[in-house]
């Protein structure tokens, strides 16, 4: 069975500073792994998303991710935070088991200080 | 291009009171429909999904149901509200790579309190 781990459910950083959100996943298949964004009071957005194309992936707003199966990690990254950065990151994979399901992490809150 | 609708935006109901949420999709056919709930500081929690017309399944026991009764229209209903139903409630719509769900597409959610 699929599943994800966010490191973190808090991360502060200031800005202009590289921004690190960790995601590890499990995954018995070959993953589709994405990251989405969500704003206060908002649905959420999709930042980026791997589907075993380019194990880098960029994404909107400056944001990349890289996929590395040694490390079953897909940690999302941003060289220089800005303070619309801040929302809620969520990780997450897709299954083919039990269903046309997504499985998200629980979520990394960034916060970013002036 | 494909547009998705939830409403209301937000709700205040008492508890014992029945629910009724509608979630739209626009631009696109035979979608997968998603409802999820996010508790306060909580994650997304999966409540239902559906792949087509009348074909829903549940991911977690509780008085919520939902429905499918068009191909892009998908509502969650409850006869009776809990306090603990109270949260923000995300419709969302994919297609589907093969046997995975690629890219999910949210709604704008609706914020339901219940007192």
């Known amino acids: 069975a699929q599943s994800v781990t966010q490191l973190g459910s808090h991360v502060s950083v200031s800005e202009g500073a590289l921004v690190l959100l960790r995601c590890n996943y499990s995954s018995s298949v070959p993953p589709y792994l994405f990251w989405y964004v969500q704003y206060p009071n908002q649905g959420l957005q999709l930042l980026l998303k791997?589907?075993?194309?380019?194990?880098l992936v960029k994404g909107i707003n400056g944001f990349e991710a890289e996929f590395k199966k040694s490390e079953t990690s897909f940690h999302l990254t941003k060289p220089s935070a800005h303070m619309s950065d801040a929302a809620e990151y969520f990780c997450a994979v897709s299954t083919n088991t039990g269903g046309f399901k997504t499985i998200f992490g629980a979520g990394t809150r960034l916060f970013v200080k002036a | 291009s494909q547009t998705i609708h939830q409403w209301p935006a937000t709700l205040v109901q008492p508890v014992g009171s029945p629910l009724s949420l509608e979630c739209t999709v626009e631009?696109?056919?035979?979608?997968?429909l998603y409802w999820y709930r996010q508790a306060a500081g909580r994650g997304l929690q999966l409540l239902f999904y559906?792949?087509?017309?009348?074909?829903i399944s549940s991911e977690v026991p509780q008085n919520l149901s939902a429905s499918r009764p068009q191909d892009r229209q998908f509502i969650l209903s409850s006869k009776k509200l809990l306090l603990s139903d109270s949260g923000f409630y995300l419709c969302a719509w994919s297609t589907s790579a093969g046997l995975r769900t690629d890219t999910q597409y949210f709604g704008p959610g609706t914020r339901l309190t219940v007192l």
């Open positions: 559906s792949v087509g017309i009348g074909q």
């Open positions: 631009g696109t056919s035979n979608p997968n």
């Open positions: 791997y589907t075993s194309a380019a194990t």
